[in-house]
């Protein structure tokens, strides 16, 4: 039985990502780059999160981490010659340790969990 946040966290996201036993999930492990999660899926997760953790949504913005839902040929596109639109897709990272450090506080404060999201790579 889960005992620590971590514990409880991990169990949370293997069953709600789909994630085997074998695959390790650290503290840095971003939720869209390294687990897949996007759009939709990533909107129902963070949903759930919060419920389950009784996390305060305070300051939180599913676009600075995610993106939409979809494929868009022309957006791939634009990629090659548009720096600004590079820059609209490329979103801030979302860790394991930041919704780590979310359950901890009881609040979704994007100013603390980025300032403790380097200091929790190494964790």
Known sequence: MPNSVWENLESFVRME??????????????????LDLTGDDADDFMGKFFEKFEVKHGDFEFSRHFCGEGFNPFVVLGFIFSA???RKYDKEPLTLGMLEK?????????QELGRSAGNQMGR
């Open 102 to 110: 979310a359950i901890e506080l009881g609040i979704w404060d994007s």
């Open 17 to 34: 990502a789909g994630l085997s036993q074998r695959k390790t999930l650290t503290r840095a492990l971003d939720l869209e780059r390294d």
């Open 84 to 86: 600004k639109l590079r």
